[in-house]
């Protein structure tokens, strides 16, 4: 199915890995790519469930944009253990105008497919996602 703003295609391994982050939870991050000459979006990357925040930042490029879900961990005031699923739209400013345009037509689309995010946030340099700002939207 392409996407009417922008023709791009959501590719299928797309949604079965986001389905297998939030029902298996089998992955700690996700990082998909728009394919501009496939005019489709695919999974660049997936981390294990070992993998930190730390190795999930250092897997966005600092000069592209990217989709990318992360399953959050945390322990609320009343100690109990929960998990929420972050959607990121990282846009770098030094990411090239029409790569940005592209992403930006593209994410609203893209995020239907991926059924149950829980919080989203745009990001357009490192401090804009980074730990202490995930920890202030899950509450």
Known sequence: M???ASGMAVHDDCK???LELKAKRTHRFIVYKIEEKQKQVIVE???EPIQTYDDFAASLPAEECRYAIYDFDFVTAENCQKSKIFFIAW???VAKVRSKMIYASSKD????????IQVELQATDPTEMDLDVLKSRVN
Not at 109 to 116: A, C, H, I, N
């Open 2 to 4: 392409a996407n009417a």
């Open 45 to 47: 990357k997936v981390g």
């Open 91 to 93: 846009c770098p400013d």
């Open 109 to 116: 689309r893209f995020k239907r497919e991926l059924d149950g």
């Open 16 to 18: 079965l890995r986001f």
